[in-house]
């Protein structure tokens, strides 16, 4: 009898686990979708938000982090932390009033309660470290305009410039411009990149270099939907790092990720027919969405060296006039994006007038490059254009075309660091970039072509330089009515066809594929990564 009851007891004790295990295995699973997945081709650099300068780096700490203001999904500029702000009338003086129930992510180091109420003394020591020479963050530029901020109390934040610029709300949106608390940073150091502590939607739980990035839902995050529930509603995001796009597309289709970003020759085919539309294949299991993108793609072409064939203006605009910009869009991107035959401003933003660029003008082309040989005696020009793997097509195609008019091409593939590296060193004549906006304004274009920006100091990476264009790049700056500043950025525009520093090659728009089951995603004309509001369902 005794041994009955032990073996009723054993028995007990083990159908307990097993609901136990199974109970705990429902949790789990129930957890589990409610994780958005997505994948990085390069390892993301850093989650500091002073060195948030690349896509793959502000997707990351846009979850980790707010600022005083960001950016809604038609880019417009709207509260984050702070809750108002007001302009004095000479436009100088940005006050900004905070809420105050906005809190740091826990960390032992705040002592009892783990967290407190970020004030506006936090964000005076956040846009100082910006500017200290010693951090080297790559934000400083946004200050350029700014003569002093300060603190007033807990709530008030006043900035105030140098000279009005009426982009400066949008410039506050970008991720360099986040909050983040003196006492954490402080005990980190350099260290901080792998250990954020910010007041995001998410928060920090695990990162592997170059394999994996954990975040977990931040349970104190100050904001809320429309209907009053809390925000967000993913119990975390999880980012692997695949650097073959193939493999990504593979693991998309498996339904391992749930968002795939762009195109990629590697998969482009296969997901999308001639038209630009999804194929029936996958229509079932996976929804795609488009949507204006501000990013212009170009060949830029160093012209501070006047030993570089390239760069002289004969050839510039051969080479402008050389391809078809829709034909390459149509067969080497399904359709999905815009040919640039305006300027380098792209639509959508105020400046943009469809002003007359570059159309395939081949006999035009060809005419060039006979003058350029009467004037230099130079009978056979060469040019070498250096590119990534990802955008081989496109060089291979101009490639082929340049040739057609009397100019010898090669193409050289590099890693997309090196480019970047060499680039900014103004040691590659020709080179393939693309310019994707960091806030909504065509300065932010424009930038790339004023004197004061050469590289390594800014972005201007083709070195070049224009009396006129510089002159009225700093009258934009001044002029504070919108459609007088947008008059001359179109002169500026205007002025960039005339002298071909850049080869345009085309417009580009947001796509994106993502999972049935997933919601709320969105888009925007910046391609932020926005997931807050998203929902997944099993």
Known sequence: MQHFKLVI??????????????CQQNKTDNRDHLVFRYNEHANITSLDPAFAKDQRNIWAVHQLFNGLVEMDT??????????????????????FVLRDDVQFHKHELFGKDSTRTVNAYDFEYSFGRILDDKLASSGRWIFKSVDRFEATSNQ?????????????????TMKYCSVVPKEIVEHYGNDFRANPIGTGPFQFKIWEENTKLVLRKNPMYFEKDAEGNALPY?????????????????????GNIDFLNSLDPSYQDEILDASGQLRETYTENINMTSGPYLNTEYLGIFIGDSTNVSSHHLLRKAMNYSFDRQKMITYLRSGIGTPAIHGFIPKGLPGFANIKGFDYEPE???????????????????????????YLNFCEYIQRELEKIGIKASVNVIPASTLRELRSKGELPIFRASWIADYPDA???????????????????????HPQFDAWYEEALREIEASKRAKLYTKMDSLLISEAPLVPLYYDQVVRFTQKNVSGLGMNALNLLELKRVKKVQ
């Open 364 to 390: 035009k082309a060809k005419n060039l490059v006979n003058q350029y040989i009467t004037a230099t005696g130079n009978a056979s020009p060469e040019v070498s254009i250096t590119t990534n793997g990802q």
């Open 74 to 95: 038609d880019l417009n500029v709207i509260p984050s932390i702070s809750k108002a702000w007001y302009i004095s009338k000479d436009a100088l003086t940005y006050t």
């Open 9 to 22: 007891s054993y028995i007990s004790i083990l159908c307990l686990l097993l609901i136990s295990f199974s």
């Open 156 to 172: 008030i934040f006043v900035i105030t410039l140098k000279q009005p610029f009426p982009a400066f709300l949008s410039l506050l």
């Open 443 to 465: 300065e932010n274009y424009l930038s790339l072509f004023y004197s004061k920006n050469f590289t390594p100091n800014g972005p201007n990476y083709t070195h070049f330089k």
């Open 234 to 254: 993913l119990e975390a995001v999880a980012i692997t790092f695949l650097p073959d796009k193939q493999s990504e597309f593979l693991q998309f289709a498996q």
